[in-house]
């Protein structure tokens, strides 16, 4: 698996906030999130899988040999769409 420097610091910026709101909030505060607000809960889960989409989304595309030049146009290996 090939990690640039942009999904490190997507995963950075990730942990970084959780750590914070973890301290800020304290423990359980995930869980009584949930409960109390299910509509805001549900809209970060699903912020969270649209920010996580760019670094699972290419080494899946890869190992199913589609096309992945927009991600990594430099890597040896690209596979590039073929044009009618």
Not at 35 to 40: C, D, F, K, L
Not at 44 to 49: E, Y
């Amino acid at each position: 698996m090939h990690i640039d420097g942009h999904e490190l610091g997507i995963l950075g910026t990730i942990t970084g906030l959780y750590g914070v709101t973890n301290g800020v909030l304290g423990k359980g505060w995930v869980k009584s999130f949930i409960h109390r607000q299910p509509v805001a809960a549900f809209s970060v889960a699903l912020g969270c899988v649209g920010v996580m989409m760019p670094i699972l989304i290419p080494p899946i595309r890869r190992k199913l040999g589609m096309p992945t030049n927009q991600y990594d146009s430099g890597r040896p290996g690209t596979v590039y769409p073929k044009y009618v």
